[in-house]
T-cell receptor, first 118, second 117 residues
Framework: DSGVTQTPKHLITATGQRVTLRCSPRSGDLSVYWYQQSLDQGLQFLIQYYNGEERAKGNILERFSAQQFPDLHSELNLSSLELGDSALYFC?????????????????FGPGTRLTVL | GNSVTQMEGPVTLSEEAFLTINCTYTATGYPSLFWYVQYPGEGLQLLLKATKADDKGSNKGFEATYRKETTSFHLEKGSVQVSDSAVYFCALNYLNAGGTSYGKLTFGQGTILTVHP
């Protein structure tokens, strides 16, 4: 158990709908990262938050957004869903965010949310 | 930009066989390198890491050495077990053009390992 929790575990929805995925980081971790794992794209970084602020953006679509709340949990919002958005969405957390080679940046992954868009 | 290339899978071995999964990278400066493992139905777990050239990461019988001269971080295990069946991901810690380390990880495409009794 990594200490990172994600809900829900599975989500089935229809095209055009909107969903929210939730992540609670490990106790004490300030950074949260979102990744998408799909068969065709592999594992891709979407976005990172550190202590409530956006820190880095990857291949995240404009239809997707995220935020990190004062209690440090994070939510990933996916809207106008398409069939191609079906994937595993992972959240990871770490203590820090940048500038160090130490375990400060070591990321711990949650179990993922499997999204199926029908 | 930064990228990671892993050997194509899947890899199928018999128990107690020797395992090598190749990983090469392209990055500015000296990234930190990682191997993650994903067991069926689970999230990613950090298997081992190396933060500078010639470092050897090791865990659970797996080893990988950070080779700057060949930009490689190959994963090896001397004797695999059925319980090692999983997907293995090589990854690097993103560096910007100035060499500053950021937390986001760039992953290889993953290698599926199946070990038969």
């Amino acid at each position: 158990d990594s200490g990172v929790t994600q809900t829900p575990k599975h989500l089935i929805t229809a095209t055009g709908q909107r969903v929210t995925l939730r992540c609670s980081p490990r106790s004490g971790d300030l950074s949260v990262y979102w990744y998408q794992q799909s068969l065709d794209q592999g594992l891709q970084f979407l976005i990172q938050y550190y202590n409530g602020e956006e820190r880095a953006k990857g291949n995240i679509l404009e239809r997707f957004s995220a935020q990190q709340f004062p209690d440090l949990h994070s939510e990933l919002n996916l809207s106008s869903l398409e069939l191609g958005d079906s994937a595993l969405y992972f959240c990871a957390s770490s203590v820090g965010t940048s500038g160090s080679r130490s375990s400060y940046n070591e990321q711990f992954f949650g179990p993922g949310t499997r999204l199926t868009v029908l | 930009g930064n990228s990671v290339t892993q050997m194509e899978g899947p890899v199928t071995l018999s128990e107690e066989a020797f395992l090598t999964i190749n990983c090469t990278y392209t990055a500015t400066g000296y990234p930190s390198l990682f191997w993650y493992v994903q067991y069926p139905g689970e999230g990613l777990q950090l298997l081992l890491k190396a933060t500078k050239a010639d470092d050897k990461g090791s865990n659970k019988g797996f080893e990988a050495t950070y080779r700057k001269e060949t930009t490689s971080f190959h994963l090896e295990k001397g004797s695999v077990q059925v319980s090692d069946s999983a997907v293995y991901f090589c990854a690097l810690n993103y560096l910007n053009a100035g060499g500053t380390s950021y937390g986001k990880l760039t992953f290889g495409q993953g290698t599926i390992l199946t070990v038969h009794p």
